[in-house]
């Protein structure tokens, strides 16, 4: 069990930065992948970035590849997305969500949704233009 909670975000002029941030507490985060998500009014769940248990592997959704960056620090039990040049499109209630680390899934399972068991409450990004 792994409780989640998200801060960061705000309101930010288009070309600006913002840095969103994953807390965890329970569990054992260390044991546990990390993925992003936002979801914007009238629009599906988006994928945004995701990294393994060791920080060892990052992939990125296409949309946000090569502006936003995810790390995490698991002594501090937290998850990191730096978001730069941000643009309009990017507006969006974002989402960390964990799901227990196996070495041959997570290639698989990532992008999707329903894998990530524990999920924390969305923190508001919006992007001004």
């Known amino acids: 069990q792994v409780q989640l909670v998200e801060s960061g975000g705000g309101l930010v002029q288009a070309g600006g930065s913002l840095t969103v941030s994953c807390g965890a507490s329970?569990?054992?985060?260390?044991?546990?992948?990390v993925g992003w998500f936002r979801q914007a009014p009238g629009k599906e769940r988006e994928f945004v970035s995701a990294?393994?248990?060791?920080?060892?592997?990052?992939r990125y959704g296409d949309s946000v590849k090569g502006r936003f960056t995810i790390s995490r620090d698991n002594a501090k039990m937290t998850v990191h997305v730096q978001m730069n040049s941000l643009q309009p499109e990017d507006t969006a209630v974002y989402y960390c969500?964990?799901?227990?680390?196996?070495?041959?899934?997570?290639?698989?399972?990532?992008?999707?949704?329903?894998?990530?068991?524990?999920w924390g409450q969305g923190t508001q990004v919006t992007v001004s233009s």
């Open positions: 969500a964990a799901a227990q680390s196996t070495p041959l899934t997570f290639l698989t399972d990532y992008r999707r949704p329903l894998k990530y068991h524990y």
């Open positions: 329970g569990g054992n985060f260390r044991n546990y992948n």
């Open positions: 990294i393994t248990a060791s920080g060892s592997i990052t």
